[in-house]
């Protein structure tokens, strides 16, 4: 019992690299992603006819991610994310992932993390389709065709958040495998 | 070692009562809410003007959750929910808990699904607070001061997903304490 204790959760092998490399992986993604999102914007032009008898008045619209609810709750949750993947990477390296409870924390931890972004991902991907489709039945008209750009960027933003996503339920993966096979 | 094994994930004291407990509470509340969401129907009439110089005609609308991508995904993100969470309750008590192999894919199972689900209400929490509020940037008008019934059961459908949610963390969360005690 002393020894497995000493032993604890670091292999000091193929696991604990594959976590560190995959941490890694998830830091840099939801950066991207929250930067790529969060420096979206872009203006054009539409022509708006206010008084029929006139001709159409050129006006320019801007989008950004602070117009949509969906998108600010993408920026923030991947800045969390970000954040929150440094802090564990430093404990997981101070401790050597040798420290149980540590390492439980850290895994429930990154199990919160993941709930946040595939929910906000969910979020701006709804509101994503509809951009590009619309929905007929309640009169929303897709708005990607005028914010072809705009919406590019939420795309490239959405694929690197599921990415990360991923990468942190695969972490959850790694410890359950990790604890389990030393029970 | 050999002991260990035998002793395996079963408790058969507090943590796997509690596991037992948080599962059928899962099963209950997918299994509502997909029905919630399923059935929620809102037909009312709205005035239409064809011709400005006719007067407006009543047409009916009906609102229901087919119209909606994201609510379709909610509905059967739920009904896979709910049938994985029957399966992993037989399994659970057919092996009483014992054989790790087991315990290990569910909780890697209950993982996903937990993903999943999460994902399923960020994507219809965003439509329903566009339907409510509406958006003015991208002139998506608000819904839900015609569908006031239809939006109070998408609602009710969200609030009972998302504690179904909320319970499979807790499901995974409790799998991950009841292995690492025995490290």
Same mark, same amino acid.
């Given at each position: 019992?002393?020894?497995?204790?000493?032993?604890?959760?670091? +292999? $000091?092998?193929? *696991?604990?690299?594959?976590?560190?490399?995959?941490?890694? *992986?998830?830091?840099?993604?939801?950066?991207?992603?929250?930067?790529?999102?969060?420096? &979206?914007?872009?203006?054009?032009?539409?022509? @708006?006819?206010? @008084?029929?008898?006139?001709?159409?008045?050129?006006?320019?619209?801007?989008?950004?991610?602070?117009?949509?609810?969906?998108?600010?709750?993408? @920026?923030?949750? &991947?800045?969390?994310? !970000?954040?929150?993947?440094?802090?564990?990477?430093?404990?997981?390296?101070?401790?050597?992932? $040798?420290?149980?409870?540590?390492?439980?924390?850290?895994?429930?931890?990154?199990?919160?993390?993941?709930?946040?972004?595939?929910?906000?991902?969910?979020?701006?991907?709804? @509101? $994503?389709?509809?951009?590009?489709? $619309?929905?007929? +039945?309640?009169?929303?008209?897709?708005? !990607? &065709?005028?914010?072809?750009?705009? !919406? +590019?960027?939420?795309?490239?933003? *959405?694929?690197?958040? =599921?990415?990360?996503?991923?990468?942190? %339920?695969?972490?959850?993966? %790694?410890?359950? =495998?990790?604890?389990?096979?030393?029970?």
């Amino acid at each position: 019992m002393e020894m497995q204790n000493k032993v604890g959760i670091n +292999h $000091g092998g193929r *696991l604990r690299r594959s976590d560190l490399a995959v941490r890694v *992986l998830a830091l840099v993604l939801t950066l991207a992603a929250a930067v790529v999102l969060g420096v &979206n914007r872009q203006t054009t032009t539409v022509s @708006v006819t206010i @008084v029929p008898s006139l001709p159409p008045v050129n006006l320019p619209v801007t989008a950004k991610w602070l117009h949509m609810s969906a998108f600010v709750y993408l @920026v923030i949750t &991947n800045a969390i994310a !970000c954040f929150y993947t440094a802090v564990s990477l430093i404990l997981t390296l101070a401790t050597k992932g $040798g420290i149980k409870k540590v390492s439980m924390i850290v895994t429930v931890l990154d199990l919160v993390v993941m709930a946040l972004l595939f929910s906000a991902i969910g979020a701006s991907g709804a @509101v $994503g389709l509809i951009g590009y489709q $619309g929905n007929s +039945h309640v009169q929303w008209q897709k708005v !990607c &065709n005028v914010f072809d750009k705009f !919406c +590019h960027q939420v795309t490239g933003a *959405l694929v690197l958040s =599921f990415i990360a996503a991923v990468a942190y %339920l695969l972490l959850v993966v %790694l410890a359950i =495998f990790n604890v389990y096979k030393k029970l």
